[in-house]
């Protein structure tokens, strides 16, 4: 197995030595138009003269020994090194892109004909459309790129405030026109604040993009006032709702206290009046006591506010007569309440 490859190499090489006695590198080479062009030969053995043809023409040929002819000052070429003149540098000069093509070395005798390829390609202009834009902020705004006269298809891409733009943001287009492309892209975006806006054209052959720059002013939106209005209306919503809360809390504790008090307050004078009902007989001491009681309650005036003691009496009578209906039913047989009223005087005037 071994030896089947080294007699393969071997094979190879015999071969490479007996129709490869002279090479041309590189197989193809892709410049930019009014660039250089170069190619080496490499001659393995004797020769005399060689040619170099573009596109059939001859253009230079080179004398072993002796000077280089040229048709024109276009075209040159050297050793590659002076004392070694197996190698052979031809050199195409600010290339056009009519030399594009096959460009071939020829060696007199039994060499024969090498050939490579030459791709030409061609950086034309670039323009963005659109001059300075002024717009509104959150707008949306356009720009147009136009790429003439490009071979091949140039790229296109777009530079916002110097970074590069997502490519979801435009699109381009390409027509081929005569020998050459003319190439536009539009961009779309919302205007968010003063930019610079780049268009940049580019091919494999360019170290750097070609390109054209705008400027994007945009005038500041007035602040919006509705958010604003928005959230204050909402906080003092609810803010007033905290205060409506707090004030029925309050109010509520307020009534209970109120309430709880006016209740002790009854218990209190509930047991006074049981201890003094407890200490005396019931008559006109205890009457005044409960017609205090009464009067409290809101359900008339006070004794002493009274200055007629018909009245007075009246008043005294009735509560009175209530009062011994209740403590002495057991006692007292009235049934109604004029009938006691009416009793009860006759028993406490005697
Ligand atoms: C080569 O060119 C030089 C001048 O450039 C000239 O003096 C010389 O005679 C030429 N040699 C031959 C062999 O033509
Ligand atoms: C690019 O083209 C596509 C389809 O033609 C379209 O939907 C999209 O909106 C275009 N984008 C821009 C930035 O023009
Ligand atoms: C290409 O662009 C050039 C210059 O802008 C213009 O003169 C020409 O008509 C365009 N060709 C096409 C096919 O659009
Ligand atoms: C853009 O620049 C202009 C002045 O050139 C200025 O008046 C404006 O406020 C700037 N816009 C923003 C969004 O900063």
Not at 59 to 74: A, C, F, K
Not at 177 to 204: G, M, P, W, Y
Not at 248 to 269: A, G, H, L, P, W
């Amino acid at each position: 197995m071994k030896m089947d490859i080294i007699s393969w190499i071997w094979l190879l090489l015999c071969v490479s030595r007996v129709t490869g006695k002279f090479q041309v590198e590189p197989l193809h080479s892709t410049v930019l138009k009014g660039s250089d062009a170069r190619f080496n030969a490499t001659v393995e053995g004797p020769w005399e003269v060689m040619t170099w043809n573009i596109r059939g023409f001859l253009v230079l040929t080179v004398p072993r020994s002796g000077n280089i002819s040229s048709s024109s000052e276009q075209f040159s070429a050297s050793f590659c090194s002076a004392d070694d003149t197996s190698c052979v540098a031809f050199t195409i000069h600010d290339t056009s892109r009519s030399q594009a093509g096959l460009i071939t070395c020829t060696l007199q005798g039994e060499y024969g004909s090498k050939s490579a390829n030459l791709h030409v390609q061609e950086s034309g202009t670039v323009k963005i459309k659109e001059g300075i834009m002024k717009v509104d902020q959150d707008e949306e705004v356009e720009f147009n790129c136009e790429a003439s006269a490009w071979f091949p298809q140039p790229v296109i891409t777009w530079n916002l405030n110097g970074h590069s733009v997502e490519s979801s943001l435009y699109n381009s287009s390409h027509v081929a026109h005569e020998d050459s492309f003319n190439s536009s892209s539009l961009l779309k975006f919302r205007a968010v604040k003063n930019s610079t806006i780049a268009c940049l054209v580019t091919l494999q052959t360019m170290t750097k993009p070609l390109s054209s720059s705008v400027f994007l002013v945009v005038v500041p939106k007035p602040p919006d006032w509705t958010v604003l209005i928005v959230v204050v209306c909402f906080f003092g919503g609810c803010a007033l709702l905290v205060l409506f809360i707090l004030g029925v809390i309050f109010c509520y504790r307020r009534k209970k206290e109120k309430e709880s008090n006016y209740q002790d307050e009854m218990t209190k004078r509930v047991r006074t009046l049981s201890q003094l009902s407890g200490m005396k007989s019931p008559g006109q001491e205890q009457g005044q006591d409960n017609a205090g009681y009464a009067a409290d309650g809101q359900t008339s005036v006070a004794p002493s506010d009274l200055t007629d003691s018909d009245y007075r009496f009246n008043y005294y009578e009735i509560l009175d007569a209530v009062y011994h209906r209740t403590e002495n039913d057991s006692k007292t047989s009235y049934i109604d309440m004029d009938e006691g009223f009416r009793k009860h005087r006759h028993a406490t005037t005697v």
